[in-house]
């Protein structure tokens, strides 16, 4: 097998005002060509010489500056590479080649209610996520009314989250969510979330962190682009097209159809 | 995976609520709950007494035979169940691995701790057990701990090798299950080493040689009887009979370093 080429990912805390920092920045995966899962299989390849897998590059030469304050949102098709960049910057993939500085603390939101178990209570499940996103028992103790305030679902707590509709989970997701205090922030479609009246506090939370905040966020909404954000990239196969103003992105995002 | 990371406060918030919610979640839905961490094993003691003890006899001159077996059956539970839960542990978490980004060995922990809990659980009934018998207390209880430890270190080294590559092969899965049914034969669990020893002195100096044999034996000699054949006592080459200890060091560090080496793509691989 070939030795995989690794990228770095450095956090540092630094007096500039560069909050994101990528350069050269590629990934790619590897696809396994059969079923290559297993033992047997694996064993086989390497008889026959043949790789079991395929690789399939996700991002390609990315380079990008992001400053402390700036709101950027992240355009693009499905499969064209968005998630993999912001999961890259989250940490949770190792880059391939390039380098990544992150300056501050991160918070990342890929998924909301990572970690939450149908067969927990709703208490339990604030617990567990917060332990996920980073807080202590004492500082979810402190935050704990505020949650399920927010969330508007204060009589179910000793509930168990199976007994949740969608809606109330990602409800209660996002409540605790929101409580995370970072310098940067990653979001992925997590905007708009519950009925009509939750969907208004959600706005009202991202129109709070808009120029307190750094904030990358991933979506398909272009009204959300054009509402937030203060610059835009269009990511088309694994490469930023365009970074502009979120009015031109988002013209240009259209324009991928037409 | 420096030092001071691995026990940041963030990492320890994050293991204790992890551990908390394997113990929760392991019993959910039965009727008897967390009695069955202390049933199944007094089961499997059970069976094994009536067929070894009773029926084929043996360990007839071991003081306080029944209790000796089931500190062998306790202590043998609980390096099966902190290696299988340790080598699924990523596969189970695989979730949370693909949507953040936190130290990987902080999953195997978790799971592994679950069986720990369980392990001291039926720990006070063995010693229970073991007053009933007529065993007497002695101040080499107190070393029991430190052969606890060995067995731990060397079941979380397993699971972080045999962990890791389960991520990608997860025949290792099954593997490992028919190589416990092996070891558990290897073990003198339910046979005594006298046993042995009486047929070939060499076969029964092998077996002592097993890192898992002689932590158990050490319990037994340290909490039952002082009777109990040890690596110790049984072998003359004092430098075989560090080799057990040595051998768990060796499995624990290589076990870390291929871990974290290989940590960094289980988000892509899982």
Redesign the interface.
């Known amino acids: 097998m070939a030795k995989?080429e690794?990228g770095s990912r450095k956090e540092i805390i630094a007096d500039n005002d560069i909050a994101i920092h990528v350069s050269n920045l590629s990934k790619s995966?590897k696809l396994p060509t059969e079923r290559a899962?297993?033992?047997?299989q694996?064993i086989f390849n390497r008889i026959r010489g043949v790789k079991g897998f395929k690789k399939q590059s996700v991002l390609s030469d990315i380079n990008l500056d992001i400053k402390k304050g700036e709101f950027i949102g992240i355009v693009g098709r499905n499969g064209s590479g968005k998630s993999t960049f912001l999961?890259t910057l989250?940490?949770?993939?190792?880059p391939e080649k390039g380098e990544i500085i992150i300056n501050g603390s991160l918070i990342?939101f890929?998924?909301l209610g990572?970690?939450f178990?149908p067969?927990?209570t709703g208490r339990?499940n604030v617990?567990?996520n917060?332990?996920?996103l980073?807080?202590?028992?004492s500082e979810v103790d402190n935050m704990y009314d505020k949650i399920w305030k927010f969330a508007e679902l204060e009589e179910f707590q000793d509930q168990k989250l199976k007994n949740y509709s969608s809606g109330m989970q990602v409800r209660l997701a996002f409540s605790i969510a929101i409580r995370a205090k970072g310098d940067i922030l990653l979001l992925d479609e997590v905007l708009a979330v519950g009925d009509a009246a939750f969907q208004k506090k959600c706005e009202d939370y991202f129109r709070s962190l808009h120029g307190n905040q750094t904030v990358v966020l991933v979506t398909h909404s272009m009204e959300n682009i054009t509402k937030f954000c203060d610059r835009a990239i269009l990511i088309e196969k694994g490469k930023i097209v365009l970074d502009d103003k979120p009015k031109i992105v988002a013209k240009a995002y259209k324009n991928l159809w037409s | 995976m420096n030092i001071p990371h691995v026990f940041n406060k963030k990492n320890r918030v994050l293991l204790s609520e992890l551990t908390k919610t394997d113990f929760k979640l392991r019993y959910q839905g039965s009727v008897l709950g967390y009695l069955w961490a202390l049933l199944r094993p007094l089961m499997m003691f059970a069976i094994l007494y009536v067929v070894f003890a009773k029926l084929l006899r043996f360990g007839g001159d071991i003081p306080h035979y029944p209790v000796y077996l089931l500190t062998g059956t306790t202590m043998w539970s609980f390096f099966t169940e902190c290696t299988s839960q340790g080598i699924q542990a990523m596969i189970i978490r695989g979730d949370l691995i693909r949507k953040i980004s936190f130290p990987k060995y902080i999953v195997v922990v978790s799971a592994t701790l679950t069986a720990v809990i369980n392990m001291l659980i039926n720990l006070a009934v063995v010693v229970i057990f073991a007053l009933i018998n007529g065993v007497t207390p002695s101040w080499t209880w107190l070393l029991v701990p430190l052969s606890l430890v060995e067995l731990y270190t060397l079941a979380l080294g397993i699971s972080f090798l045999l962990g890791a590559i389960n991520v990608k092969y997860r025949d290792i899965t099954s593997i490992w299950d028919v190589c416990v049914q092996a070891l558990f034969y290897a073990v003198p669990i339910i046979y005594p080493v006298s046993m042995v020893a009486s047929s070939s002195v060499i076969a029964a100096k092998i077996i002592l040689l097993n890192p898992i044999a002689q932590a158990i034996q050490d319990i037994r000699h340290n909490l039952i009887t002082h009777e109990t054949i040890t690596t110790w006592n049984y072998l003359e080459n004092p430098l075989l009979e560090f080799l057990p200890i040595i051998l768990i060091i060796f499995v624990l560090v290589f076990a870390a370093l291929y871990f974290r080496k290989k940590s960094k793509f289980f988000a892509e691989e899982i």
Do not use: D, T
């Open positions: 995989r690794i995966f899962f297993g033992l047997k694996a999961k989250a940490g949770i993939y190792y990342p890929i998924e990572v970690g178990n067969e927990l339990e617990y567990l917060g332990a996920l980073g807080f202590s028992r």
